[in-house]
């Protein structure tokens, strides 16, 4: 029976289900001992949104009513249960039509005959039964084995569960949704619309946040805790970013133990790439076996799982079993008509694969596998195919680069924009002005083909042929859109942009006018003699990419190109200003970012003009200003580079 205090939690609940304790204490009634032991040892930690909230409810109230019902007791129809009988108190917006708006209704149905009633009463005992029965098998995906299959070591009272670990998966699982928003977010809030204050951006140091989830995991499943699906995925997904491999497969062998597996296919190539990443050949290949068995019909999946593990056994040297698996992957590939979207998607997928082959100085290998390409799967063979090989020979052997060259040429396939960077590059260090201009009008020819990449590879070769005035126009008109169009989309206010106007205009001051005679004479020192269709080419080309140049944005690696413009046209004080305003374009906006590399970057081309002992301690102070967390052997590495230099 129910207390009136009970009967007013009842009263004011919108709804029973797992979700209320008192909901989940009335579900337990309609169980049996040894069912009843099991759920409420467990249940507060459970809590799968898999489970029939409304059915168990109404499990439970029929329960309740045959109850009330046998006992032919006015005292505890009117009495003990006052709430049972009485006008439902429902609020329209919390509860659906299919809840307890018809409880009145039933209970004013007139009582049948004893006879009558003990039949319709125990076949619903019986259909409630099995109902829990069948409930406590779908609670076996939750529980943990050796309770389930030992009921009776389990005490009744739910005191065995410690009161803190519901509270502590709660917690757990919002600090763990909190990391994984800012590990994966790119851009933070960064300026306060409070204060009017534009804040610098800081960046993300992952390493306290990452020990303490680690350490919270841990202890809940030292504690036994049940990580739902939902959690364990995100729980994968924080570790797999931070590398944390071996506390993956800590978690793996916990939820296997203790969890009937589920078939996860996100989850599942995680785990399977991380065996690879721990050297466990033999392991990760058991495990890729049985995945195959659950997905014989999913050949979209099949091809997943072959190239995680095409890839796990090149990184792990084991090249022959690799190239076996190859030839698997392209025979799957092979039976499926792949769209033009998805083929593309495998060429990324594929030639990566090369490029594995290629950081290992496996060349031979990488062609083998660009020919097995060729021989399965012909018609799917482009210039991407090629891209991983190109940047290999373009570093190491311009004979092959040039025959290899050729032969895209000669099978009519179209440069895409990674073709076109890595042979501006390229001519650009082999001095081949001409083709590197015939490369940017045929890149200027192709629709929506330059990005902020190419953009970037079309200034560095154009600032290395001395047309460092023309770039710095360039970058002008890219820096300033960027700004604008920053201010315009948050529709700051009248303070902000007033603030912002103060800032550029003294930046206006400290920078040179990039129009004025002074940079143009200083840049004209170093510009290469060239005929007049050639400079008609070039200013052509500038006016396209102050066109172009409009419709991206700014990013750091435009100015660390320009850090070398400005080395290139020996203007110290260019570089210096440069510098100042990248600092205030990384508090203003949100996609312009930098880490350690950018000033390690800054700090090369200083060493170039031999500055650098002069300006480090600035550099210092400004990377702890702006939180940029500094790799241990930042300093050391411009020792070394200073050295390197001189001698």
């Given amino acids: 029976m129910c207390s009136h205090k009970s009967a007013e939690q009842?009263?004011?609940?919108?709804?029973?289900?797992?979700?209320?304790?008192?909901?989940?204490?009335?579900?337990?009634?309609?169980?049996?001992?040894?069912?009843?032991?099991?759920?409420?040892?467990?249940?507060r930690v459970i809590r799968q949104p898999t489970f029939p909230v409304v059915s168990i409810t109404l499990c439970v109230l029929w329960e309740r009513i045959f109850s009330a019902v046998q006992a032919k007791s006015e005292y505890l129809r009117k009495v003990a249960h006052p709430d049972f009988y009485s006008p439902p108190l429902y609020n329209s917006h919390?509860?659906?039509?299919?809840?307890?708006?018809?409880?009145?209704?039933?209970?004013k149905a007139k009582i049948p005959t004893q006879i009558k009633f003990e039949r319709k009463y125990h076949k619903m005992r019986q259909a409630n039964r099995i109902f829990c029965e069948n409930l406590v098998k779908e609670a076996n995906l939750a529980l943990p084995k050796k309770q389930l299959s030992n009921p009776q070591k389990i005490s009744s009272n739910s005191e065995n569960v410690p009161p803190s670990l519901s509270t502590s998966l709660k917690t757990f699982s919002l600090e763990l949704q909190a990391f994984h928003e800012k590990l994966f977010s790119r851009y933070d809030e960064y300026y306060n619309k409070n204060d009017k204050t534009i804040y610098s951006k800081p960046q993300i140091d992952i390493d306290q946040d990452y020990i303490s989830i680690v350490q919270k995991m841990n202890f809940l499943m030292n504690q036994g805790a049940i990580f739902s699906n939902e959690l364990s995925r995100l729980l994968l997904r924080v570790l797999w970013k931070c590398k944390g491999y071996n506390e993956i497969q800590d978690l793996h062998s916990y939820n296997q133990s203790r969890v009937r597996s589920r078939f996860d296919k996100e989850s599942t190539k995680i785990i399977l790439d991380t065996f690879f990443a721990l050297a466990k050949i033999d392991l990760?290949?058991?495990?890729?076996?049985?995945?195959?068995?659950?997905?014989?019909?999913?050949?979209?999946?099949?091809?997943?799982?072959?190239?995680?593990?095409?890839?796990?056994?090149?990184?792990?040297?084991?090249?022959?079993?690799?190239?076996?698996?190859?030839?698997?992957?392209?025979?799957?590939?092979?039976?499926?008509?792949?769209?033009?979207?998805?083929?593309?998607?495998?060429?990324?997928?594929?030639s990566s694969l090369l490029s594995l082959y290629l950081n290992q100085n496996k060349f031979g290998l990488a062609i083998e596998m660009a020919l097995l390409f060729h021989k399965y799967l012909p018609e799917h063979a482009q210039v991407e195919l090629y891209n991983p090989l190109l940047k290999y020979f373009s570093s190491q052997d311009e004979a092959r680069t040039f025959t290899l060259i050729n032969n895209i040429v000669s099978n009519k396939m179209a440069f895409n924009s990674a073709t076109f960077n890595i042979l501006l590059?390229?001519?650009?260090?082999?001095?081949?002005?001409?083709?590197?201009?015939?490369?940017?009008?045929?890149?200027?020819?192709?629709?929506?083909?330059?990005?902020?990449?190419?953009?970037?590879?079309?200034?560095?070769?154009?600032?290395s042929f001395g047309y460092t005035l023309q770039v710095f126009k360039v970058y002008e008109i890219l820096r300033n859109n960027t700004l604008d169009r920053f201010y315009y989309i948050?529709?700051?206010?009248?303070?902000?942009?007033?603030?912002?106007?103060?800032?550029?205009?003294?930046?206006?001051?400290?920078?040179?006018?990039?129009?004025?005679?002074?940079?143009?004479?200083?840049?004209?020192?170093?510009?290469?003699?060239?005929?007049?269709?050639?400079?008609?080419?070039?200013?052509?080309?500038?006016?396209?990419?102050?066109?172009?140049?409009?419709?991206?944005?700014?990013?750091?690696?435009?100015?660390?190109?320009?850090?070398?413009?400005?080395?290139?046209s020996q203007d110290y004080n260019l570089l210096l200003n440069?510098?100042?305003?990248?600092?205030?374009?990384?508090?203003?906006?949100?996609?312009?970012?930098?880490?350690?590399?950018?000033?390690?970057?800054?700090?090369?081309?200083?060493?170039?003009f031999n500055k650098l002992d002069e300006n480090v301690s600035n550099i210092i102070s400004d990377m702890d200003r702006l939180k940029i967390i500094k790799k241990d052997c930042f300093v050391t590495d411009l020792q070394k580079l200073q050295r390197d230099l001189i001698t």
Avoid: W
Wanted: glycine share 2%.
């Fill in 425 to 463: 590059k390229f001519f650009s260090k082999i001095g081949d002005f001409e083709t590197v201009l015939s490369l940017i009008v045929l890149l200027q020819k192709t629709p929506n083909i330059i990005d902020l990449i190419l953009l970037n590879s079309i200034l560095d070769a154009l600032s």
């Fill in 578 to 608: 440069l510098y100042q305003d990248s600092l205030f374009l990384s508090s203003a906006l949100p996609s312009y970012n930098f880490d350690s590399n950018y000033f390690y970057n800054y700090c090369s081309v200083l060493v170039k």
């Fill in 490 to 568: 948050n529709s700051l206010d009248s303070s902000s942009k007033h603030y912002h106007q103060k800032t550029f205009s003294l930046l206006k001051m400290q920078m040179p006018d990039l129009n004025s005679e002074i940079l143009d004479s200083k840049s004209s020192k170093c510009n290469v003699a060239h005929d007049k269709d050639i400079i008609g080419t070039v200013d052509e080309i500038i006016i396209n990419l102050m066109s172009t140049a409009k419709n991206l944005i700014l990013v750091s690696d435009i100015t660390k190109t320009m850090f070398l413009a400005a080395y290139r």
């Fill in 10 to 43: 009842f009263k004011n609940s919108s709804i029973l289900g797992f979700n209320e304790s008192y909901g989940m204490e009335l579900a337990a009634l309609s169980l049996t001992n040894e069912q009843r032991n099991i759920l409420l040892s467990r249940i």
């Fill in 284 to 350: 990760a290949l058991g495990f890729y076996n049985k995945l195959l068995l659950h997905s014989k019909n999913d050949n979209m999946f099949q091809i997943e799982l072959r190239l995680i593990v095409i890839k796990g056994l090149i990184k792990n040297s084991e090249f022959e079993k690799a190239l076996d698996f190859t030839r698997q992957f392209l025979q799957t590939v092979k039976k499926i008509n792949y769209s033009p979207n998805q083929s593309k998607k495998l060429l990324r997928r594929y």
């Fill in 94 to 107: 919390t509860i659906s039509s299919f809840s307890l708006y018809s409880i009145p209704k039933l209970f």
